[in-house]
């Protein structure tokens, strides 16, 4: 059973065929400690109700085994879209996951920050995150249920949250609601221009990340590799120790105080089981011994930009 104050480690684990059947032999065959799952189409808007067996089943199996879930809401929902009917579809992707998640047991449901498409719309959509998050997270937390995790982005595209240091108006659009959590991916942060690569770079960036939001905010981790360079604003995972981040950055953000007890979760590229078996024995390793981490990388962000 995983120690819960080691910082689990686990994957996004496939749903496909449903969640039980799916995602619990994914768990196993990979030694996940943690899981994150879609509970509807990632590039879609259609909100399946589940098999309520197959939730079940999943609760308990994530139980017996004491592996914290987490959802991820689509990939479309975007709080800050200019288009009406985005938001809406947005809400209500929210709001089921929200649902869904409590069926599973599920901690967090995580949703991409979102983007205002245009500077001009900056302000008008987080007047929208506002107005969508506030109600959401009021029910949420009267139900107990999950915390909606807000992810920051790779960048681009007048995000509304991709350096750490812009959640601060994020939070202050919902009033900083104590259900309102973040969860921190490895790589948006390096294509947002967070150099965690070099030795220092990933402990830098999670002060910072504690700086705007304060204790308590950060809940998950997405550790992913880069096939990009800092800077990139470009978010293609690779398998942890192959890209542009590199394994010293996640023994160091393994080490980090801000995540003591977060699970952290890789969405890295696997055929089947293989590939996350592979990072979840590579972070697994880090975590074990920390001090004897390889040595971080000393070439400067434009010696890195030629790898890519
Ligand atoms: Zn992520």
Known sequence: MPDLLSRPVGAHAPAAGGLATTALPHLDATAAE????????????ALSDGEPAQDEAFLAGCA??????????????????????????SAATLAHGLHRGTRIGARGVVFHAGSAVDDGYAETALRQVREVLLPLLDMAAAAGGPRLLVEPSAGGGRCLAARVEDLAPYFEAVDWHPWLGVCFDTCHAWAA???VATAGGMGATLDALVATVGHGRLSLIHANDSKDACGSLRDRHETIGVGTVGEAAFAELLRHPATAGLPVIVETPSAGHVGHAADIATLTRLRAAPTAAPTPRTQTPRS???RG
């Open 193 to 195: 221009g967070h150099d």
């Open 64 to 89: 017996d085994r004491a592996v914290p879930s987490y959802i991820h809401a689509s990939l479309l929902v975007n709080l800050g879209s200019p288009t009406a009917a985005t938001v809406e579809r």
């Open 34 to 45: 943690a899981v994150q799952v879609f509970v509807s189409n990632p590039r879609g808007w």
């Open 304 to 306: 890195r930009r030629s």
